[in-house]
Nanobody, 122 residues
Framework: QVQLVESGGGSVQAGGSLRLSCRPS????MAWFRQTPGKGREAVAG???????SYADSVKGRFTISKDKSRNTMYLEMDKLEPGDTAMYYC????????????????????WGQGTQVTVSS
């Protein structure tokens, strides 16, 4: 397991942008999930050790997941934010996997951050 720390959340108006960060990143499967009160964790985006990205349909074309090896950090660039994107965002990692066919399943990840809140107002 690895101790993950997210940062970069905040409040923004609809149409705005935010960039979330998660450290440390590494050569293993990582992902971003989000959760609203009373609902389960929803997969947002995942990235393999090789940098291959996958996205939920709801964020395709608006969000970009990436890793910066030099900074040991994973990012989630969120553009064209909508009120429906309001949630607590969590980063997750499974240090024992390099390919991630089930990237959207929370049960695939053994390490989780504490979360960072994103609020989008209309």
């Amino acid at each position: 397991q690895v101790q993950l720390v997210e940062s970069g959340g905040g409040s923004v108006q609809a149409g705005g942008s935010l960039r979330l960060s998660c450290r440390p990143s590494g050569s293993y499967c990582m992902a971003w999930f989000r959760q609203t009160p009373g609902k389960g964790r929803e997969a947002v985006a995942g990235i393999t050790s090789a940098g291959q990205a996958s996205y939920a349909d709801s964020v395709k074309g608006r969000f970009t997941i990436s890793k910066d090896k030099s900074r040991n950090t994973m990012y989630l660039e969120m553009d064209k934010l909508e009120p429906g994107d309001t949630a607590m965002y969590y980063c997750a990692a499974d240090v024992d996997r390099w390919v991630c066919p089930l990237w959207s399943w929370p049960s695939e990840y053994s390490s989780w951050g504490q979360g960072t809140q994103v609020t989008v107002s209309s």
